[in-house]
């Protein structure tokens, strides 16, 4: 991410965190929309509970983009704990497909095309740490 894009993000998500959470309910509709097979990773979820979660750790990552030592092993953790939801790395794209789909149409004439090139770029680092994270580490070569 270059750094204008780290202040778009951090600008645009100013505008959502007053509605976070009527944007966790689009969000998890948009994503149920683009692929109804992930319902039922969710069927015991409290999916208001889920939304507050989701929101507060874009909000982490979104507030510590400039400092990427406290924000690796956090991302790195949640990247472990998701293979163990079974979250398989196909689901990482409908995701940040069903993010962006939110962020549209949350801030409206604000998610300019530099502000969604911004939140793809975030995204798709935060993917890329979490899918890493998931893959256990080879063995040392003895
Ligand atoms: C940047 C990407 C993502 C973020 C920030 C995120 C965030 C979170 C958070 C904060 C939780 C709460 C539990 C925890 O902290 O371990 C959670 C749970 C979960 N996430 Fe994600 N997630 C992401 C990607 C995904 C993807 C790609 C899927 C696949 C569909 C997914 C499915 C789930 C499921 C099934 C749970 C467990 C729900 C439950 O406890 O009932 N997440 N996620």
Redesign the pocket.
């Known amino acids: 991410m270059t750094p204008d894009q780290i202040a778009l993000v951090e600008r645009s998500f100013r505008l959502v965190a007053p509605i976070a959470e009527p944007a966790a309910q689009i969000f998890y509709a948009r994503?149920f929309q683009r692929d109804p097979a992930?319902k039922p990773?969710?069927a015991?979820?409290d999916i208001h509970a889920?939304g507050r979660?989701?929101m507060?750790?874009?909000g982490f990552?979104v507030a510590n983009l400039r400092r990427p030592e406290a924000l690796l092993p956090v991302v790195a953790d949640?990247g472990r704990?998701?293979a163990g939801?079974?979250?398989q790395p196909a689901?990482?794209g409908?995701?940040g497909a069903a993010l962006l789909d939110t962020l549209a149409e949350g801030l409206g004439p604000e998610f300019t095309p530099a502000t969604r090139e911004a939140w793809a770029a975030a995204?798709q680092t935060?993917?890329d740490i979490?899918q890493q994270a998931a893959v256990p580490a080879p063995a040392a070569a003895a």
């Open positions: 994503l992930l990773m969710f015991q979820t889920q979660k989701l507060q750790a874009i990552v949640l704990r998701h939801y079974g979250v689901h990482y409908t995701v995204y935060l993917a979490m």
